[in-house]
T-cell receptor, first 112, second 112 residues
Framework: DQQVKQNSPSLSVQEGRISILNCDYTNSMFDYFLWYKKYPAEGPTFLISISSIKDKNEDGRFTVFLNKSAKHLSLHIVPSQPGDSAVYFCAASVYFGNKLVFGAGTILRVKS | EAQVTQNPRYLITVTGKKLTVTCSQNMNHEYMSWYRQDPGLGLRQIYYSMNVEVTDKGDVPEGYKVSRKEKRNFPLILESPSPNQTSLYFC???????????FGDGTRLSIL
């Protein structure tokens, strides 16, 4: 049973528009969430995180929103650029825990 | 340059032949972890280590062993590999367990 779900395997967006990647989780104990980006033949790289005491965190073009009641988070990329084309993984953990649980990933394609 | 280094990057081997994938980090991180990535399943944690001589099982530890004799190294050992262990493997490290992890570039294992 997957505790972290990314239900959209892929997403295609025009350059300059907004990309919205979604993630749902089932474990109510999760209180720390991260997004990673992965290019082919490379390891995932950390993008942005949010703890459950916040509902929004921004870093440049990237914003993560957390809706605890719906057990849902989303990553917004504005404006999208062709270099953003990658696989995006959502991950969750208990803040003082040692395990990170990943979703299956969403392939983002930004068309120029 | 801060990095996590995995070797080998690619390996094709046969069932039952013991193999070791090495992982080394140069950031003096306490926490290290191994993941496998499979299509549709995302990254699943195999084992993790909070510090030297301290290791614990992740979500899919069966068929794997690890050791942490030095802070910088965290090898993954497959004593008797089987075809269902064919996968893409990632090693990761972080200062502490609840912080964003740095990933290596991956090791693609094919077990025939």
């Amino acid at each position: 049973d997957q505790q972290v779900k990314q239900n959209s395997p892929s997403l295609s967006v025009q350059e300059g528009r907004i990309s919205i990647l979604n993630c749902d989780y089932t474990n109510s104990m999760f209180d720390y969430f991260l997004w990673y980006k992965k290019y082919p033949a490379e390891g995932p790289t950390f993008l942005i995180s949010i703890s459950s005491i916040k509902d929004k965190n921004e870093d440049g073009r990237f914003t993560v929103f957390l809706n605890k009641s719906a057990k849902h988070l989303s990553l917004h990329i504005v404006p999208s650029q062709p270099g953003d084309s990658a696989v995006y993984f959502c991950a969750a953990s208990v803040y003082f825990g040692n395990k990170l649980v990943f979703g299956a990933g969403t392939i983002l394609r930004v068309k120029s | 340059e801060a990095q996590v280094t995995q070797n080998p990057r690619y390996l094709i081997t046969v069932t039952g032949k013991k193999l070791t994938v090495t992982c080394s980090q140069n950031m003096n991180h306490e926490y290290m972890s191994w993941y496998r990535q499979d299509p549709g399943l995302g990254l699943r944690q195999i084992y993790y280590s909070m510090n030297v001589e301290v290791t614990d099982k992740g979500d899919v530890p069966e068929g794997y062993k690890v050791s942490r004799k030095e802070k910088r190294n965290f090898p993954l050992i497959l004593e008797s590999p089987s075809p269902n262990q064919t996968s893409l493997y990632f090693c990761a490290s972080s200062p502490q367990g609840n912080q964003p992890q740095h990933f290596g570039d991956g090791t693609r294992l094919s077990i025939l």
